[in-house]
């Protein structure tokens, strides 16, 4: 009996405990030569505290790609993060929040923890701190779930060029992944009542809603660039943030007295998609490969920083 609740004491100590335990592992784990940097951040209502970008960057990178993913794609991703962390950092850009130890523990669970935690941590050590440089600057490195096919160009989402180093991509391969197509039916009145919410000076009119409607405006990766409803022309990604759709790869059909909207892909199709870089993975190319895939004319390098 008394093994029993010693047992059990050593198990309530080790639960309670946990957490903090975490917390210096997070701190004491940092490996690689970005470590000096460290970022203030802000969780919820917490005050601001200072951690080292590696630290900060397996908290970002846990909420960023499955941890299923094959480990080079992961290295592709902990590339990405850190490129974006240190981006943010000199061009004086909010930083998005971090999963915390405990954020972690609950999201994975005591009994997967270690397993996980390590995956990211080999992922950041072994990119070395790496980041990736266009035209010797950090980019602004764009990825996202699920492609519709093919990754769109900078011209594609911008008209002044500003990020020269994206590129049309060919994923094939995305059109196997469980999110690439999706499928929301709305009846006619939801569907006008819905874009009145969102822009209401619109005029739509039931009887004759298809005729109101053109997507003819896409990029050369069929994604939606402008929407016009009535006599009103809306950004295609405007249009997909108002009615929280996957992508704005969409048509907008007519089935019987509904209105169907089906996307393809899972995100705003720019950059890196996720499911493309783990099936190159899965044939065998590295994480340097992968990005390279991506993006145009990179350099893959240590951090640098504009002051050394």
């Known amino acids: 009996m008394k093994y029993i609740i010693k047992n059990f004491i050593a198990a309530a100590i080790i639960l309670f405990a946990l957490p903090y335990l975490l917390t210096i592992l997070f701190e004491t784990t940092s490996k690689s030569t970005a470590k000096t940097i460290q970022v203030s951040v802000t969780q919820g209502k917490k005050l601001k505290s200072n951690i080292d970008v590696e630290t900060y960057l397996i908290g970002i990178l846990a909420q960023e790609i499955p941890n299923t993913y094959e480990k080079e794609a992961?290295?592709?991703q902990a590339v990405i993060a850190r490129t974006n962390i240190l981006y943010y950092i000199e061009n004086d850009i909010e930083l998005p929040k971090y999963k915390t130890p405990d954020d972690l523990n609950k999201l994975w669970g005591v009994d997967s923890f270690w397993e996980n935690y390590h995956k990211l941590?080999?992922?950041?050590?072994?990119?070395?701190?790496?980041?990736?440089?266009?035209?010797?600057?950090l980019i602004n490195a764009s990825f996202?779930?699920?492609?519709?096919?093919?990754?769109?160009?900078?011209?594609?989402?911008?008209?002044?060029?500003?990020?020269?180093y994206l590129k049309q991509a060919s994923c094939d391969k995305d059109l196997l992944s469980k999110n690439y197509l999706k499928i929301v039916t709305y009846s006619k009145e939801e569907f006008i009542k819905f874009c009145k919410e969102a822009y209401p000076d619109i005029s739509l009119k039931k009887d004759k809603l298809m005729k109101q409607i053109d997507l003819t405006d896409r990029d050369s990766a069929d994604y939606v660039k402008t929407i016009k409803l009535g006599d009103k022309k809306i950004n295609g990604e405007a249009f997909r943030e108002k009615f929280n759709?996957?992508?704005?790869?969409?048509?907008?059909?007519?089935?019987?007295?509904?209105?169907?909207?089906?996307?393809k892909g899972l995100g705003h199709g720019a950059g890196v998609s996720q499911f493309t870089a783990n099936s190159l993975a899965k044939k065998g190319r590295n994480y340097v490969q992968i990005l390279k895939y991506f993006y145009n004319n990179i350099r893959i390098s240590p951090y640098s920083s504009k002051n050394e």
């Open 74 to 76: 992961i290295k592709a």
């Open 121 to 137: 941590e080999e992922a950041i050590w072994e990119t070395k701190g790496n980041v990736i440089y266009n035209d010797n600057k």
């Open 144 to 164: 996202h779930a699920v492609s519709a096919g093919k990754t769109r160009t900078c011209e594609d989402l911008f008209s002044n060029k500003k990020f020269p």
């Open 245 to 263: 759709l996957n992508s704005s790869c969409f048509t907008i059909e007519e089935c019987e007295d509904s209105i169907r909207i089906v996307t």
